[in-house]
């Protein structure tokens, strides 16, 4: 009896509610962090997408040690060498805070809009059902449900916070992108959006939105929808297996499965993300 009152609790709630708040926090921090570690990886990475690639070409072969002899473009190992002997390390953390400023602000709409979702509207998507159970324990119609509403209630969250990083993205790409013409137009996130907002207004700070959620929409259902299938594929595979050895090699399989998924399907979002890098910076001066 003492346990099932300590349950309903108002302050026991409270308590499990703040402390999934601060672990969220604590995720978020993490990611920003690592976020920050490797920025140099992301200003290459846009600088690529804008087509700036002005380093040497090098040779080598095409299979690495076998086929013909081909030209290639610097890796972004390379040009972040190349930059940071030219222009040193502050080149390389151009649009930094930015960067910062989105990954936090972006993950906390992303989660209190979930929040808000799991509050208010907990049967979008479908009801609250099988959530307990394994994906080995449910039926294919089971676990397409689960999937299904996992899905949906994803897209609208991360919605939420694309929409919420999007001006913090424009100016994290206009700064990187002044690094090609030695410019200083967007020297901080506050200065940034005072120009951004005097010269374009609103649009401005948003330019590049929609296919970056095209990019976001492929990615959350092509995810959902092979993990789906992969998911059945081998728990049917493991069922059908007659020794213990390709059973174990399955379930091996069904643990990597998540992991191997986003690179598949990043191939597909990929090119919208470039057409974001590249219009986020159409109508800066």
Known sequence: MASAHLTKNPDVQELHKDTDEVAQAKAI???????LVTYPLTFSKTLFQLGFEPYPLSTGKVFIFAGRDAYFLPNAFKYIRNVYNDFGLAALYRGAD?????????????????KYLDNYYPDVGGEHLYEDMKDDELSN???????LRHAIRRSISSTVGIIVTQPFTVLMVREIAQHIGGEYKYPNVLLGFLRVGDEEGLPGLFSGVVP???ANFIRTWGIAALGYTASRLLIKAEKDATDEDGQEAVRNLRKYAPYLIPFTVNAFSYPFEVCATVFAVVGSQ
């Open 29 to 35: 921090a993490v990611k920003a962090g690592i976020g």
């Open 98 to 114: 930015a960067g910062l400023v989105g990954t936090v602000a972006g993950g906390f709409a992303a989660y209190y809009a979930e």
């Open 141 to 147: 119609y089971e676990s397409f449900r689960v999937h």
């Open 212 to 214: 970056l959620l095209v």
